[in-house]
């Protein structure tokens, strides 16, 4: 009998296929090896194909796509409600194919080859960075056991740099000295490639007419900016700029219950990286609002009655808000008007 709708769970080498009929009734369940799968999808017509949004489902959708299925994905976490008891590859399979038919169910858009490519400098560059400081964190410590220390930020790395380049300091043991120029040469290198990715990020984000437009928010610059028009290739997916800032993350955890209503921290749920962005973004603007309160009238009244980093997180939800609407509606980000009185 005709299949009409597929359950695939995917992995790095073994493949669970669950399909029904018309009917709801199983019609085949297989196990496929990486090779087998596009040459069984390939012999079948087309039907609705449901699978787990994760690294690689984006590359099997695509491929699934051309030969002429429809493919949704779905948050992991929704799906699992499907499951039947234990959970394995068939079970996973199975609810992936009960829940891609439901009407409620959120669906995750697939992205292109050229948006993976593009946030993959993103994540690349993020994890140079956290390298970076792991390096500077080695340099200060190993010095600071030979009683070596100097001030925070690049001033005071730079003295350490000179140190350990300086041949004629006695108070670095030759085996220590051999040991920090290898730290002091890797940290070269990373800022070399770091400052590389940079590079092709701007070059990048100067082509990109949402990524300028989403620059003009105060808070957002060209990382972040960039960032977002990778991620958000298409904002009418949300709703509301609300929608996209829950997406984030940005917005009360809720356990209310019996009418009452009981708000916890942020979610913390979806791009943790936008959401990282947007929270840093933030302080550096209620940094710039404590030195010039006449500029920021609304962050001054509410820096006065809630603490610094609830304002921050608040004023990420707003960015996140604001970036929708340009996405979604077009235009630039406008002073408001009390803020230029």
Not at 243 to 251: C, E, H, K, Q
């Amino acid at each position: 009998m005709q299949i009409t709708t597929i359950g695939l769970d995917i992995a790095k080498n073994v493949f669970q296929v669950h399909g029904i009929d018309a009917a709801e009734k199983v019609v085949v369940r297989k196990r496929l090896r990486r090779s087998q799968v596009l040459k069984f999808f390939a012999s079948l017509p087309p039907c609705l194909i449901g699978m787990e949004a994760c690294a690689t489902a984006h590359y099997w959708a695509r491929e699934l796509t051309k030969l002429g299925h429809e493919v949704r994905l779905m948050p992991a976490k929704d799906v699992k409600a499907y499951v039947k008891r234990n959970k394995n590859d068939a079970a996973d399979a199975e609810a992936s194919c009960e829940a891609v038919r439901r009407p409620t169910m959120r669906f995750v858009g697939a992205k292109s080859a050229e948006q993976q490519g593009r946030l993959m400098q993103h994540r690349t560059r993020d994890l140079l960075m956290r390298q970076r400081t792991q390096v500077i964190n080695a340099l200060r410590a190993h010095l600071a056991e030979l009683g070596i220390v100097a001030a925070q930020g690049r001033e005071g790395l730079k003295e350490l740099l000179k140190i350990i380049a300086d041949e004629k300091d006695a108070r670095l043991p030759i085996d220590a000295r051999a040991s920090l120029i290898v730290l002091a040469a890797q940290l070269q290198a990373l800022q070399t490639m770091i400052g590389s990715i940079e590079r092709r990020l701007l070059l990048q984000h100067r082509a990109n007419e949402a990524s300028k437009r989403l620059e003009s928010v105060p808070g957002i610059g060209t990382i972040g900016a960039s960032a977002i028009a990778a991620t958000v290739t298409d904002p009418k997916a949300f709703r509301s700029g609300r929608d996209f800032a829950a997406w984030i993350g940005l917005v009360p955890r809720q356990d209310s219950t019996g009418g009452k209503q009981k708000l916890g921290p942020i979610s913390k749920q979806g791009d943790r990286y936008l959401r990282r962005i947007l929270v840093v973004g933030a302080h550096s603007v209620l940094r710039r609002a404590k030195q010039n309160p006449e500029k920021y009238p609304w962050l001054t009244q509410l820096l006065a009655r809630r603490p610094f980093k609830v304002v921050a997180i608040a004023l990420a939800n707003k960015m996140a808000r604001v970036a929708w609407a340009l996405l979604a509606k077009g235009g630039t980000y406008r002073v408001p008007a009390l803020a230029a009185a």
